[in-house]
């Protein structure tokens, strides 16, 4: 499969907390995106990380990506509530631009 | 800049019908991607336009096609619609034609075929 797979399905916590996903794909890429949807909208490109990079930060989102495991995370640290939405790992692909797993589903309770 | 705008935003046809879909992409950027996003098979590609040209096709029938013109602008066109064509259709663009760009997403068009 060329798509990565996202775990969990679907993740509730309260506001404040921290939220962890992770991605994990079975071939070799180029770089793993992770993207956020709010109810049914366009996708909101949240962070890029490169094959040969290790962590990378944007605000309140840390990723991570291990070749080895062929594997990403994506923290997202003090959740609010306008934090929920679904979220979204991508591979970009020569013949496909972008695969995209089933997504996870989170849920910030105020 | 503006982003990505799709139109129309919201659109029912029945059966047999077809239908025609727009994507204006930011000002600048010449590639152009198309999705499908269903509740049972997810976010699937459907095909890249980059300088007018079809790059990449997804796995979908001939029903769907689409096209660029000189402006970038993009339209993709579903004929004979089926209930199953009923989905929410995104359009993205980037800068160029590298595989790896990350992509601009606009707000969608969301297709009810009945």
């Known amino acids: 499969s060329q798509q990565g797979e996202e775990d969990p399905q679907a993740l509730s916590i309260q506001e404040g907390e921290n939220a962890t996903m992770n991605c994990s794909y079975k071939t070799s890429i180029n770089n793993l995106q992770w993207y956020r949807q709010n109810s049914g909208r366009g996708l909101v490109h949240l962070i890029l990380i490169r094959s040969n990079e290790r962590e990378k930060h944007s605000g309140r989102l840390r990723v991570t990506l291990d070749t080895s495991k062929k594997s990403s995370s994506l923290l997202i640290t003090a959740s609010r509530a306008a934090d929920t939405a679904s979220y979204f790992c991508?591979?970009?692909?020569?013949?496909?631009?972008?695969?995209f797993g089933k997504g996870i589903t989170l849920s910030v309770r105020p | 800049k503006a982003g990505v705008t799709q139109t129309p935003r919201y659109l029912i046809k029945t059966r047999g019908q077809q239908v025609t879909l727009s994507c204006s992409p930011i000002?600048?950027?010449?590639?152009v991607s198309w999705y499908q996003q269903t509740p049972g098979q997810g976010l699937q590609f459907l095909f890249e336009y980059f300088s007018e040209t079809q790059r990449n096709k997804g796995n979908f029938p001939g029903r769907f096609s689409g096209r660029q013109f000189s402006n970038s602008r993009s339209e993709m066109n579903v004929s004979t619609l089926e209930l199953g064509d009923s989905a929410l259709y995104l359009c993205?663009?980037?800068?160029?034609?590298?595989?790896?760009?990350?992509?601009?997403f606009g707000p969608g068009t969301r297709l009810t075929v009945l």
């Open positions: 993205a663009s980037s800068p160029s034609a590298e595989f790896y760009n990350e992509q601009f």
């Open positions: 991508a591979l970009p692909r020569a013949n496909s631009k972008l695969t």
């Open positions: 000002s600048g950027h010449r590639s």
